[in-house]
């Protein structure tokens, strides 16, 4: 039995009619080619995925792909290769360990390498996007290899052109330009400056950084280990982006940042916990974390169907309170909310 459950972070999810495990580009290549034709489903992680407990009707294509490869120049930093299938908080470490900055504010960041761009991954202020220098993908429509710019990627906040056009590209591998340095870039999130003990924009070692920010994420349930209540995919709603005119009917206290196009991007968290929900909440075996309301967590016993009746609760609320609709950040295989 091909359960999907063994290979996803919520541990919930059905048989699938065959699986294909690949980890170099020609078998990834090679598998998609041999499965078209029928549902196809391309997982690396499983850590931003809620599949149905009726599984998935076709090839699941497991890619664990994690060739390095990196040049260093003493000016620019270092250019780093990456294979779709690394493991994305083991690469930010190796880079750390090389004496390089940038990605520490992205630790503990569950997924693959490839996720990252489809998602444009983000946290404490900066995004994955902001260290790419290409992405090369194979293309499904075009049946060829195909290689986007940073420009072209169409980077926006949890989306990208990869996103916009769910299932045509495979991520193949990444590259990312990072800097040679043992300081951060400025911290200009107010929690993490916080915790650090220094002043929004000042600078601390990337080590320091990277050990606060795996504390941080901890201490809200987003690093996935043995306890049931981190058994989640992470934030499971992005955070609304809304008019100016809708964010000023919210009340003061709702978080809200400016954006530059005048948007404003508004908390989910702070959505969710003020539309009645609350953690601890449960449906079934699924339960709001105990650390965070942002994440639905698999206490042991939960289904799909648990977990997307929780989701839609919480959404429904935010809806009916504030009239804003929540999105889900985490991908819905044969699931709806």
């Not at 998609?32 to 599984?55: F, H």
């Not at 600078?203 to 920010?213: G, M």
């Amino acid at each position: 039995m091909n359960d999907l459950s063994k290979y996803t972070s919520l541990r919930v999810g059905g048989p699938a009619k065959k699986i294909v495990h690949v980890s170099t580009e020609a078998e990834i290549i090679t598998a998609i080619q041999e499965s078209e034709g029928s549902p196809i489903l391309i997982m690396g992680g499983g850590t931003n995925v809620l599949i149905a407990d009726s599984g998935f009707d076709g090839t699941v294509i497991h890619i664990s792909n994690d060739s390095i490869q990196s040049e260093m120049d003493a000016c620019s930093g270092a250019t780093l290769t990456i294979g779709a299938g690394q493991d994305w908080d083991q690469f930010v470490k190796t880079t750390i360990d090389r004496g390089l900055a940038g990605l520490e504010t992205l630790s503990g960041i569950p997924g693959t390498v490839g996720a990252a761009p489809i998602q444009n991954i983000g946290a404490y202020g900066h995004e994955v996007s902001e260290f790419i220098t290409r992405v090369r993908t194979y293309d499904r429509e075009e049946k060829q290899v195909r290689t986007f710019t940073n420009s072209q990627c169409e980077f926006s906040y949890r989306s990208s052109h990869f996103k916009e056009h769910p299932g045509r590209y495979v991520i193949l591998d990444v590259a990312f330009q990072i800097r040679q340095g043992v300081m951060s870039d400025p911290i200009t999130y107010v929690e993490l400056s916080k915790k650090l003990g220094i002043q929004p924009g000042e600078k601390a070692s990337v080590a320091e950084v990277r050990s606060t920010v795996l504390e941080l994420r901890a201490s809200k349930g987003m690093l996935i280990g043995e306890d049931p209540d981190s058994w989640s995919a992470g934030s499971f709603f992005t955070n609304p982006i809304i008019s100016q005119q809708a964010a000023d009917s919210l009340p003061n206290a709702a978080p809200k940042w400016p954006l530059n196009d005048g948007r404003v991007k508004i908390s989910a968290a702070w959505l969710i916990e003020n539309s009645g929900i609350h953690k601890g909440d449960a449906i079934g075996g699924a339960r709001i974390s105990t650390k965070h309301v942002l994440a639905l967590t698999n206490s042991g016993s939960a289904t799909a169907s648990d977990i997307a009746a929780l989701a839609k609760k919480a959404r429904d609320q935010v809806k009916e309170k504030f009239g804003i609709t929540l999105i889900a950040e985490v991908n819905l295989i044969g699931v709806e909310i």
